[in-house]
């Protein structure tokens, strides 16, 4: 049987350039710290990531601060500041802030003081995308980062949270983006790497695969790779309302990553259909990939107004440069023939 991947937002295959580009610094022997030849030249190949990720996010100027990933970079941006946030928030930035910011049934928050506020980009789980305001406090951008075009510098706020996983590069690495001039407390503290703001050796390898990732991914944007993927996106959401009337596509009026549907149909549970779903051959979600093992409704959803057993009922399914028309088909026929076996054994 061949396998379909359609959990993009999940994570994405890694690229060829951010493969060879770790390979490569495999070879490094250097500790980055260090001042001799091999030090120099380790420290040379994070600089010249960081400048990478900095040109593709649009960032010029901005402070790049390594993590292990966008979750260390919550913390490390949020931690005993007392901000506020709204219930649709990656489970990484909602343990920090205080979960108070009113969302519409379209999924769109408002933030009465931007100065306080933290309100991402894209929401993982719907695929819709914010209106920010100026003067935010963080914005979590890591779902739109390299699928849709953005700049930090213009969007007005003064942290952000990335993951190189979502566009192409390893897991385990990712960054905090600061406006020049601000600084945060160091939550690990030593040898003061990374400017003093997170102590440790730096994961050489892993901002290499980042920043040669962060680099291809701005030349698909550029290329309208992402174009094709919303194309596809288009082509599926018209193949499911053709085979369910009662399934809701959430977010459906306004505007979404060009990868992401999310649709809930009532009386089939989420965590069913993904089962199923992967039994043949499709891998897709019933939310946040971090949160994926628990059982529960989403609360991105329900902070919309839908019910707890809708909420229950949703799955999301997102695309990639490498989704091709025939996957999303063969996909929505599946899905449709499985709905209408689980219809015939509830009747």
């Known amino acids: 049987m061949q396998r379909v991947y359609l959990d993009y937002n999940a994570t994405t295959p890694v690229r060829p350039e951010a493969r060879a580009a770790m390979i490569a610094a495999m070879d490094l022997v250097g500790n980055a710290s260090s001042v001799h030849a091999e030090g120099r030249a380790a420290k040379g190949l994070i600089e010249r990531a960081r400048g990478q990720v900095a040109a593709a996010l649009g960032a010029d ?39 108070d910011l ?39 951008v890591t779902q739109a980062f390299g699928k849709v075009p953005l700049a930090f510098n213009w969007l007005g706020c003064e942290m952000a949270l990335i993951s190189a996983h979502k566009l ?3 897991k385990g690495i990712g960054a905090l983006v600061l406006r020049q001039g601000l600084d945060v407390p160091a939550r690990i503290k030593g040898g003061g790497q990374e400017m003093g703001r997170r102590s440790g050796t730096e994961n050489v390898i892993g901002i290499a695969g980042f920043g040669a990732a962060a680099e291809a991914a701005a030349r698909d944007l550029a290329d309208g790779v992402w174009d094709r993927v919303l194309e596809n996106r288009i082509i599926l959401e018209k193949a499911l309302e053709a085979q369910s009337s009662e399934t809701i596509f959430v977010g459906k009026s306004v505007t979404r990553l060009p990868n992401t549907v999310c649709i809930a149909t009532p009386g089939w549970k989420g965590e069913t259909q993904v089962m199923q779903m992967d039994l043949a051959g499709f891998a897709i979600s019933a939310g946040s990939a971090c949160s994926s093992g628990k059982v529960k409704a989403s609360n991105v959803l329900m902070s919309m107004g839908f019910d707890e057993d809708v909420a229950g009922c949703a799955i999301r399914v997102s695309l990639g440069p490498q989704t091709s028309e ?5 996909f929505a026929e599946r899905w449709g023939a499985t709905l209408k076996k689980h219809r015939a054994r509830a009747a």
Do not use: K, M, Y
């Not at 025939?326 to 063969?330: A, F, G, I, N």
């Open 61 to 99: 100027g901005a402070d790049i601060v390594f993590t292990s990933g966008a979750t260390e970079a919550a913390a490390l941006a949020l931690a005993d500041r007392g901000l506020h946030g709204a219930d649709i928030e990656h489970d990484a930035v909602r343990a920090w802030v205080h979960c």
């Open 102 to 140: 009113n969302v519409s049934p379209d999924g769109r928050v408002s933030a009465g003081d931007p100065q306080t506020s933290v309100v991402q980009l894209a929401n993982s789980e719907t695929g819709i995308i914010q209106d920010l305001p100026q003067g935010l406090a963080l914005s979590d």
């Open 326 to 330: 025939d996957d999303v088909l063969r």
């Open 168 to 170: 192409g590069g390893p």
